[in-house]
């Protein structure tokens, strides 16, 4: 699959900083325009005190969560772990691993935030002005907002707050397990990515998308695959 090279990753933190800032204007946070037939889920993982990155995207049809493709690529980070700026260290190799799909997902969830973020600027809105296709953050733990809990059965969320924004959802996949952290992207708005969380229901607090994605890196990182 193709993507749109907005600039160049071989940047310093300052100036890391600056892009995110200018790029979060070309964001549009808007409901979906057409149904959602494949969704893919990206994750990377990393090994303790190493810089090489295992970057992994499977694409799913939604109707039933069977695999229709899947891809992973061992790469190398070249920017520093910054809060703030994880996206300038992981995003090169999950493009690397877009530019080998064949097929061109619907939707796109990542292990990760969207508008979630202190700028509003997150991996999955970083990435989705690259893919230009719907991108929403789910992440396993919060980066910025303050939320009240949601009532403890399935389905049930309470919006997530920052600086008075309303940025993601607390979102309660599973009864009585903690919620996992929702956020749009890039052309998506919250309600589609809560829908599209609750409807990769595995069985599991993670959703299918992301849940694969991250089996698929860390069989990648152990040699498995």
Not at 107 to 121: K, L, Q, S, T, W
Not at 173 to 178: A, D, E, G, L
Not at 194 to 204: F, K, M, P, V
Not at 205 to 213: C, D, L, S, V
């Amino acid at each position: 699959m193709n993507y749109t090279p907005l600039h160049p990753w071989d940047v310093t933190p300052a100036e890391a900083v600056a892009l995110q800032q200018q790029m979060r204007q070309q964001i549009r946070i808007e409901p979906l325009t057409q149904p959602v037939q494949t969704i893919a889920g990206c994750d990377i993982s990393f090994n303790k005190f190493e810089e090489t990155v295992y970057a992994g995207i499977v694409v799913l049809n939604l109707a039933d969560l069977s695999v229709v493709e899947e891809v992973g690529v061992i790469s190398r980070a070249t920017f520093p772990y910054v809060p703030g700026l994880l996206s300038f260290r992981e995003a090169p190799a999950l493009l690397e691993a877009w530019e080998k799909l064949q097929t061109a997902p619907d939707a796109v969830m990542f292990d990760g935030h969207g508008m979630a973020h202190p700028r509003r600027i997150g991996i999955a809105a970083h990435i989705g002005l690259f893919i230009d296709r719907p991108s929403f953050g789910c992440g396993k733990s919060v980066l910025v907002g303050k939320y009240d809990e949601p009532a403890p059965e399935r389905g049930n969320w309470s919006p997530m707050r920052h600086h008075g924004e309303v940025v993601g959802a607390a979102l309660r996949t599973k009864n009585r397990v903690n919620p996992v952290y929702v956020s749009p992207g890039h052309r998506i708005d919250l309600p589609a990515a809560i829908e599209l969380t609750l409807a990769c229901n595995g069985g599991y607090r993670i959703p299918e998308p992301t849940r694969r994605a991250h089996n698929l890196v860390n069989a990648l990182r152990k040699g498995e695959r």
